[in-house]
């Protein structure tokens, strides 16, 4: 009788939007969501758990799936991650989520500082594609958006809505000044940086800058797929002559297509670069001339009457040279040039001292880090810096 009496009737269901949305996790949420599960899988040690978090090929460090999982594995073999994040602030820009994070439960081979954490949306689920490591305020000033070298004997205007933030974990020891600069779409970057040549490449600073940038080219082409050089020729960067090079490529794992400038200035021994990726290529063009302003601010001022290279090399750690053997106080250590070779210390900070072949262009260099963690075999070492 009951059901008789049910069937005499219609029934509409009414399925309300803005309660469905109130049941859909706010982008806070979903990120809270991922450093949480970040915390949990550490705590775990659980290397394939806390590589699911990940995409398949990184923005930053731009590694690889198999590459990431390594690393992984090698951290928490060595404990060397933090015991937890703790999540201070997140903003959306575009299609990419910035948790800002810092390290809580820090040791010692695990110093603290407040991080980067950059996520897309990935299979329908926020994934970290970056992380980043931001500088020390007193690298990059936020009121005059100055960024300042280490050894504060360089400088370069950074433009509003652009982010500063630390290459050491990605480039080691070998460039001591170096800094990534992200674009406002947290995707796009400028990556600044100096190195000491060994030998002069070219006939004068120009060409050398020019043949500098073919060697890394013909690496580039190694690691991405279908590169495609675009344009190349010289060019101004502060009243000094630069070589300039655009090509574009995609990576590995990735359908998308990154468009490249690289730009490079000599005064040897030293080089400096610009590595400006806009990420789609079709964003090149908006964002040229920011990578412009960012490259022709850079600033080259002597510290008072001494030159560059005697600037920097005055910053080094303390040693001396007595004949032919440097002695380091700092680091407790002597090294002897063997005969037809001189010694001297060397305008790059990052090297201690280096010996050059009088009847050539050998060289060898001296290089002392601080701040190795704790359990990093020699094998660990060398793998990280090659």
């Given at each position: 009788?009951f ?6 009737y ?13 049941q859909?996790p706010?982008?806070?949420?979903q990120v809270?969501n991922?450093?949480?599960r970040?915390?949990d899988?550490?705590?775990?040690k659980?290397?394939?758990?806390l ?5 398949d ?14 690393v ?6 060595n404990?060397t991650?933090a015991?937890?994040?703790e999540?201070l ?5 575009g299609?990419?989520?910035c948790?800002k ?8 081979e695990t110093?603290?500082g ?17 992380t ?13 958006r100055?960024?300042?070298?280490r050894?504060?004997?360089?400088s370069?205007q950074?433009p509003?809505g652009?982010?500063c ?5 990605f ?10 600069i ?9 990556t ?10 070219g006939?004068?600073d120009l ?13 580039e082409?190694?690691s991405v ?6 344009d ?7 009243g000094?002559?630069?070589?300039r090079q655009?090509?574009q490529?995609r990576m ?15 005064e040897y021994p030293?080089?400096?670069?610009f ?9 090149f063009?908006?964002l040229?001339p ?7 601010s850079?600033?080259?001022?002597a510290a008072?009457n001494?030159?560059r ?6 910053e080094q750690a ?13 680091f407790?250590?002597?090294?002897a ?8 210390t060397?305008?790059?900070p ?6 050059r ?5 050998s ?12 359990g ?11």
């Amino acid at each position: 009788m009951f059901c008789n009496k049910l069937s005499s009737y219609a029934f509409v269901v009414i399925c309300c939007p803005l309660c469905l949305m109130a049941q859909a996790p706010s982008i806070e949420q979903q990120v809270q969501n991922v450093i949480g599960r970040y915390n949990d899988l550490i705590a775990a040690k659980d290397a394939n758990g806390l590589l699911d978090l990940y995409w398949d090929w990184l923005d930053y460090p731009p590694v690889d799936r198999a590459t990431m999982k390594k690393v992984i594995e090698d951290r928490l073999k060595n404990q060397t991650f933090a015991a937890r994040l703790e999540l201070l602030a997140v903003e959306t820009r575009g299609q990419s989520v910035c948790a800002k994070v810092r390290l809580v439960g820090s040791t010692d081979e695990t110093p603290s500082g407040t991080y980067l954490f950059m996520m897309r949306p990935y299979e329908e689920s926020l994934r970290i594609c970056g992380t980043y490591k931001q500088l020390d305020p007193n690298a990059f000033d936020p009121k005059t958006r100055i960024y300042t070298s280490r050894k504060g004997k360089l400088s370069l205007q950074i433009p509003d809505g652009w982010s500063c933030c630390d290459t050491s974990s990605f480039l080691g020891g070998l460039i001591l000044d170096s800094v990534l600069i992200l674009a406002p779409d947290l995707r796009s970057s400028v990556t600044f940086g100096f190195v000491q040549l060994p030998v002069r490449l070219g006939s004068n600073d120009l060409s050398t800058a020019q043949k500098c940038i073919e060697a890394d080219i013909a690496m580039e082409r190694r690691s991405v797929k279908d590169h495609e050089p675009l344009d190349h020729g010289p060019t101004a960067v502060a009243g000094r002559e630069g070589y300039r090079q655009v090509s574009q490529f995609r990576m590995p794992s990735s359908t998308e297509v990154h468009r490249r400038m690289r730009v490079y200035v000599c005064e040897y021994p030293m080089l400096y670069f610009f590595i400006c990726d806009a990420v789609p290529a079709d964003t090149f063009d908006a964002l040229l001339p920011q990578f412009h302003a960012i490259i022709s601010s850079l600033d080259l001022a002597a510290a008072g009457n001494l030159t560059r290279q005697e600037a920097i090399a005055a910053e080094q750690a303390k040693g001396s040279i007595a004949g032919q053997v440097y002695t380091s106080d700092e680091f407790n250590c002597f090294i002897a040039a063997p005969a037809g070779w001189e010694i001297s210390t060397s305008p790059n900070p990052a090297h201690l001292v280096e010996m050059r072949y009088q009847k050539g262009n050998s060289l060898v260099r001296l290089i002392a880090a601080k701040g190795l963690n704790e359990g990093d075999s020699l094998e660990d070492v060398f793998h990280q810096e090659a």
